[in-house]
């Protein structure tokens, strides 16, 4: 509980993201929620948590769900809020683009190679946390059509079951930097892995059913308003 990374490249990156999100939109009424991510993102970095992952794979799994599943979701409007050429990009080019990224960073060789340096680790943090905000702006910009964006929710949700279960359910443990370090907090390195599957199959997938449902809820009450379930052209 006491290793907390206070990296000072970490902490200025951090610093310099939150001056520029306050600063210019003190105004915005949204303005709460830019700082609500980067506080969400500053604890997954800074605090034990991000000490522990390298310790347990279940721990990496919650790091990896708190980037996906809270911090993305918050933080895209604000990254895509003037873009027009991802507008052209297909759904489900996105969501293919997500998938291989986690499917990609939890394969044991890859997931290894990935601990083994600093630049490698944010080789591995880097694109699953870009493609996951790419992915809810597919999920949830009203402007994107209702059918797509619940294709790509269903398929996220069906995507991450199968990881979870592929992990929950495999017979040996598959990730050699934990086949040493998950003893010290009382777990075999296949017990830490099954909780890790748990973890992704269940309240990891959570803010995509919630996504599902609330586009699910917008087109109805679209329809029943007489309003595309288009939404407003970009």
């Known amino acids: 509980m006491s290793d907390w990374n206070f990296n000072p490249y970490l902490l200025l990156a951090i610093g310099i993201t939150a001056a520029l999100t306050w600063l210019p939109a003190r105004r915005d009424k949204r303005v709460g929620q830019r700082l609500v991510a980067i506080a ?42 003037r873009e027009k050429a991802l507008g052209r990009v297909p759904p489900m080019v996105v969501f293919a683009l997500h998938t291989t990224m986690l499917w990609l960073w939890h394969l ?33 910009d009203p402007r994107r059509p209702a059918g797509g964006a619940l294709v790509v929710c269903a398929a996220t949700l069906l995507h ?43 309240p990891a997938s959570l803010p995509f059913a919630t996504a599902f449902l609330f586009r699910i809820a917008r087109a109805i009450t679209r329809s029943s308003a007489g309003v595309p379930a288009r939404g407003p052209a970009p």
Request: some cysteine; aromatic content about 16%.
């Open 40 to 81: 969400i993102f500053t604890v997954a970095f800074v605090s034990p948590l991000c000490a522990l992952s390298s310790a347990l794979f279940s721990a990496r799994a919650v790091h990896h769900i708190v980037l996906i599943s809270l911090v993305a979701p918050l933080v895209w409007p604000f990254v895509f809020s």
């Open 108 to 140: 044991p060789l890859p997931y290894a190679w990935a601990l083994s340096g600093n630049a490698r680790y944010w080789l591995m943090e880097a694109p699953l946390f870009l493609s996951a905000m790419w992915l809810w702006k597919e999920m949830l």
């Open 160 to 202: 991450m079951t199968a990881l979870g279960a592929f992990l929950t359910f495999a017979s040996h443990p598959l990730f050699s930097p934990h086949f040493l370090t998950s003893q010290a907090y009382g777990l075999s390195p296949i017990e830490d892995q099954q909780l890790a599957g748990l973890l992704m199959w269940v």
